[in-house]
């Protein structure tokens, strides 16, 4: 993982309900921390021995728990046009069993008594990216034993509000990014969720750059040491992007710059980055500089 993946991140703090109080938990240059709480170790280990919670500690810890878990990029946002809005059951407009607003801002029906929840976590096949289709909300069997999704601790750290969900999705991209560069072993089986999320950021900003939010878009996810590419066909778009493109280009918000899309970083220093781009027409790519 590049040692400053969170470059051009801007700080986040969330404020959270903890010990009576509202305390804050703030995240910087890729790392959370609980600055209320400055003997975390100590006060985790008295609160685990008398069976109570910290909520801010709790918080940085379920962090660390879930730095590479590649549902967090199937529950964050994939851009601007993506608007996801994660609250606790019974916040939802429409009452109690409303379900959560849908990826074009429109509530989805509420389940039948009984039958499921709503939720983003499900992952679909494959097949639809390869046909060009972005993920949809599905729907998925309520847990045993009355649990839900709001009971995960990762579901909780995405409600916190502010952008931390957005910072951890940059460290889960940035981790599985360095994972697929090495030959890391566990990368092997996690292809389909690496091209789904890689698709849903890639088309998404192709779409917007284009001002088309109908175009074909397919994304192929191709080695980090290739050449990356996109052409217009009859069918539509096709970019083939390396899964880094998330962490480098993405995430820092550099995907489309002065109506070119970016397709890499060609050098980059604290003192400026070269980014290979290119035009709506699809001709040339062009090196564009820009100075930190």
């Known amino acids: 993982m590049t040692p400053a993946w969170w470059r051009g991140l801007a700080p986040v703090q969330v404020e959270v309900e903890c010990s009576g109080t509202t305390h804050q938990v703030l995240w910087a240059d890729g790392v959370v921390r609980a600055p209320n709480h400055p003997e975390a170790e100590v006060e985790r280990t008295l609160a685990t021995l008398a069976g109570e919670r910290i909520a801010c500690i709790e918080l940085t810890d ?5 730095r590479a878990d590649l549902r967090v990029l199937a529950l964050t946002s994939r851009g601007p046009a993506d608007l996801i809005t994660l609250r606790p059951p019974g916040q939802f407009p429409g009452g109690p069993r409303a379900g959560p607003p849908g990826r074009a801002g429109r509530p989805v029906p509420s389940p039948p008594a009984g039958a499921a929840t709503w939720s983003r976590v499900s992952m679909l096949s494959t097949a639809a990216y390869a046909t060009g289709r972005g993920p949809q909300i599905g729907a998925r069997q309520r847990p045993p034993m009355g649990g839900g999704p709001f009971d995960d601790p990762l ?15 940059a460290q889960v991209a940035a981790i599985w990014a360095e994972r697929l560069a090495t030959g890391d072993p566990s990368a092997g089986g996690k292809y389909p969720a690496l091209s789904a999320a890689l698709y849903g950021r890639a088309s998404a900003a192709v779409r917007a750059w284009l001002g088309d939010p109908r175009i074909d878009v397919a994304v192929e996810m191709i080695p980090a040491t290739e050449r990356p590419s996109i052409s217009r066909g009859e069918s539509g778009i096709t970019a083939a992007l390396p899964f880094a493109w ?12 002065l109506g070119r899309f970016t397709l890499r970083t060609l050098e980059s220093d604290h003192r400026h980055l070269v980014l290979e781009t290119v035009g709506s027409g699809l001709g040339p790519t062009r090196a564009l500089t820009i100075g930190l």
Do not use: C, K, Q
Request: hydrophobic fraction near 50%; aromatic fraction near 6%.
């Open 62 to 66: 379920i962090w660390a728990r879930h």
């Open 246 to 257: 998330i962490s480098e280009v993405w995430t820092p918000g550099l995907a489309v710059l």
């Open 155 to 169: 579901i909780r750290l995405l409600t916190t509000g502010g952008r931390l969900g957005d910072r951890l999705a």
